[in-house]
């Protein structure tokens, strides 16, 4: 399968711990994007990567959440001291230029107790 | 800020019914339009995408949409639906303020198709 992985695939953790999802792209796609998608919502916009470089983030991105893509290939997405609030799936997603399509991976489903 | 509204939070059709589903945007510069599909258990896939060009996009599995400018719409529509097309649908648009980034999603509209 060639397509965006992400792992886990579900993650359960209590309130305060730290937790981190891991993305790894279509190969060669240059552009890296995060989401998070809350029961009856749309997926709403984190972050995005082109290669290594971090070039957005949206304010939903508070200080306890961190993205990082070293070597412009896999990226992980960190939250620590985790809320309720983070319970979500958490979505990753890339595309090979600009303008081209984003294809999504299966996502992190992360319940906070 | 950008905004996308999907109308139709629930539809319910019997199979062989015509499907139309409503998407509408807030912004009024250019932008890319998309409709996103998810079935149960399955992730994001795309259905189909308008850039430019022919307004009447045709995607994958008879779907097709519509892209009206003057109405900022972008809708949904498939002939004839099969009890396969039970999914949720989201249309999402990305925006050239944004240098047509990020995506920007509708609530989504969950389709059942009764056999």
């Known amino acids: 399968d060639t397509g965006v992985s992400q792992d886990p695939r579900h993650k359960i953790t209590k309130r305060g711990q730290n937790v981190t999802f891991r993305c790894d792209p279509i190969s060669e796609h240059n552009r890296l994007y995060w989401y998070r998608q809350t029961l009856g919502q749309g997926p709403e916009f984190l972050t995005y990567?082109?290669?290594?470089?971090?070039?957005?983030k949206s304010r939903l991105l508070s200080d306890r959440f961190s993205a990082e893509r070293p070597k412009g290939s896999f990226s992980t997405l960190e939250i620590q001291r985790t809320e309720q609030g983070d319970s979500a799936m958490y979505l990753c997603?890339?595309?090979?230029?600009?303008?081209?399509?984003?294809?999504f991976g299966p996502g992190t489903r992360l319940l906070v107790l | 800020a950008q905004s996308v509204s999907q109308h139709n939070h629930h539809v319910i059709l019997s199979e062989a019914a015509s499907l139309e589903l409503g998407c509408n945007y807030s912004y009024g510069g250019t932008v890319n339009l998309f409709w996103y599909v998810q079935y149960p258990g399955q992730h994001l896939q795309l259905l189909l995408k308008y850039f430019s060009g022919d307004p009447l996009v045709k995607g994958i599995k008879g779907f097709e949409a519509e892209f009206i400018k003057s109405k900022f719409s972008f809708n949904l529509r498939k002939p004839s639906v099969q009890w396969s097309d039970t999914a949720e649908y989201f249309c999402a648009v990305n925006e050239e303020n944004t240098g047509f980034q990020k995506l920007v999603f509708g609530t989504g509209t969950r389709l059942l198709v009764s056999p």
């Open positions: 990567f082109q290669n290594e470089a971090q070039l957005e």
């Open positions: 997603a890339s595309s090979l230029v600009r303008l081209e399509t984003q294809y």
